[in-house]
């Protein structure tokens, strides 16, 4: 069965503090993953998508890494901003199949 | 440039009664749609999807249903509305052969 676990559920910390959120998955065979932020009450909004030959990809102050061999990604979140507090979603898709497998999200709270 | 739309924004419904939302994209033709739903605090559940006018498949076995009458055009719909069904309802679209997905800006149902 396809699966996405995400950690940590949520996090809270210092404005300007870095930060990494875990995806670990299980869907086979790997198309790609994206990490997606969704602010509450609002749509979820991309951030990076990697293929399996992409093991880094950087949006601004979001980086992403993946490791194809042992099935895990990272989000990593530089000099946080309040504006970073949100729900950060990793997604997967496999090769054969237009469906994605969704993980439940990493709630992340900037505070002053 | 490619954007969708969803109505009502919120919504509070009796149990019991009708439901209708719709969801629109204008830019871009034979778009694949889908329709989530988020309880709160949870992660996003894939409810139905759609390749083509009048081709919908169901995710979930529940009371809503769904429905493509144009290219680029998807209803959500129920008969009777649950208290379960309460929640946030999001409509994406993916072009043809990717895998990206773009999200609406999200419909609260509140069913009392």
């Known amino acids: 069965k396809n699966q996405v676990e995400q950690s940590p559920q949520s996090l809270i910390i210092l404005e300007g503090k870095n930060c990494t959120l875990q995806?670990?998955?299980?869907?086979?065979?790997?198309?790609?993953l994206r990490w997606y932020k969704q602010d509450t009450g609002r749509g979820p909004v991309s951030l990076t998508i990697?293929?399996?030959?992409?093991n880094t990809k950087s949006n601004g102050r979001y980086t992403a890494t993946l490791d194809a061999d042992t099935k895990q990604s990272s989000l990593h979140i530089t000099a946080s901003q309040l504006s970073d507090s949100a729900s950060y979603i990793c997604?997967?898709?496999?090769?054969?199949?237009?469906?994605?497998?969704f993980g439940d999200g990493t709630t992340l709270t900037v505070k002053p | 440039s490619q954007t969708i739309h969803q109505w009502p924004a919120t919504l509070v419904q009796p149990v019991g009664s009708p439901l209708s939302l719709e969801c629109t994209v204008e830019?871009?033709?034979?778009?694949?749609l889908y329709w989530y739903r988020q309880a709160a605090g949870r992660g996003l559940q894939l409810l139905f999807y759609?390749?083509?006018?009048?081709?919908i498949s169901s995710e979930v076995p529940q009371n809503l249903s769904a429905s493509r009458p144009q290219d680029r055009q998807f209803i959500l719909s129920s008969k009777k509305l649950l208290l379960s069904d309460s929640g946030f309802y999001l409509c994406?679209?993916?072009?043809?052969?990717?895998?990206?997905?773009?999200f609406g800006p999200g419909t609260r149902l509140t069913v009392t």
């Open positions: 997604v997967v898709s496999a090769t054969n199949a237009g469906k994605s497998t």
């Open positions: 990697m293929t399996f030959s992409e």
């Open positions: 995806c670990n998955y299980t869907v086979s065979p790997f198309s790609n």
């Open positions: 830019g871009t033709s034979n778009p694949n």
């Open positions: 994406a679209w993916s072009r043809t052969s990717g895998y990206e997905q773009y």
């Open positions: 759609s390749v083509g006018i009048g081709q």
